[in-house]
């Protein structure tokens, strides 16, 4: 069984329209993760949420936004796509730890390419 | 803030050398740091990594690092490389109270040559 999936693993779009990413974790984890790597496979981290709640809200703009519906679940989604949002997207998950930042899981990946 | 420097974007290695590949954190307090490995068109996989205690770490495949404050390193060594090892290495470091947030060394390319 898959850890961390993600949906879809490929998506080409044009620039202007809207999309969304689905991730779901099966490993019972309370924290989960947005991850951006570029075209250089610098990765960065975008946002985090526990339990629901956002915890971590990088300088991301806000044309991205990130919706947990339950613990398992974190999708991201995208409004008004740009060029530059052109990356692969990893989502991630993780135990909650009382403040130690624990290891994290991630999925495959989406690669989002805008044309 | 914290950061993680990897100096080397690219190493190639022959099968059946050994290696090590370079990790440099800079962070006040207690850093907690991990080694992942991506595979070409995969997620990242977790190799090892160090909270406390010993300062050399075992983990999967064979990897090791070692953790040395007095040089902010934590540096990753195989003693002998497989043409499977080929990847993409990060190193990445954590502070406490920080939403498990990470933050990723810009990776180190790994090319094994038979």
């Known amino acids: 069984d898959t850890a961390v999936s993600q949906t879809p693993k490929y998506l080409v779009t044009q620039m202007g329209n809207d999309k969304s990413i689905k991730c779901e974790q099966n490993l019972g984890h309370d924290t989960m993760y947005w991850y951006k790597q570029d075209s250089k496979k610098f990765l960065k981290i975008m946002f985090s949420y526990n339990n629901k709640e956002l915890i971590i809200n990088e300088t991301v703009p806000n044309r991205f936004s990130p919706k947990s519906p339950d613990k398992a679940h974190l999708n991201l989604h995208i409004n008004s796509l740009e060029l530059g949002d052109s990356a692969v997207y990893f989502c991630a998950s993780s135990q909650g730890s009382g403040g130690r930042p624990l290891e994290q899981y991630f999925g495959p990946g989406t690669r989002l390419t805008v044309t | 803030a914290q950061s993680v420097t990897q100096p080397d974007i690219h190493i190639t290695v022959s099968e059946g050398a050994s290696l090590e590949l370079r990790c440099n954190y800079s962070y006040g307090a207690t850093p907690y740091l991990f080694w992942y490995v991506q595979s070409p068109g995969q997620g990242l996989q977790l190799l090892l990594k160090?909270?406390?205690?010993?300062?050399l770490v075992q983990g999967i495949k064979g990897f090791e690092a070692e953790f040395k404050r007095s040089q902010s390193s934590f540096n990753l060594r195989k003693p002998s490389v497989h043409w499977s090892d080929a990847a993409e290495y990060f190193c990445a470091v954590g502070a406490f109270n920080q939403g498990g947030k990470l933050i990723f060394g810009q990776g180190t390319e790994l090319s094994v040559k038979p």
């Open positions: 160090y909270f406390s205690g010993d300062t």
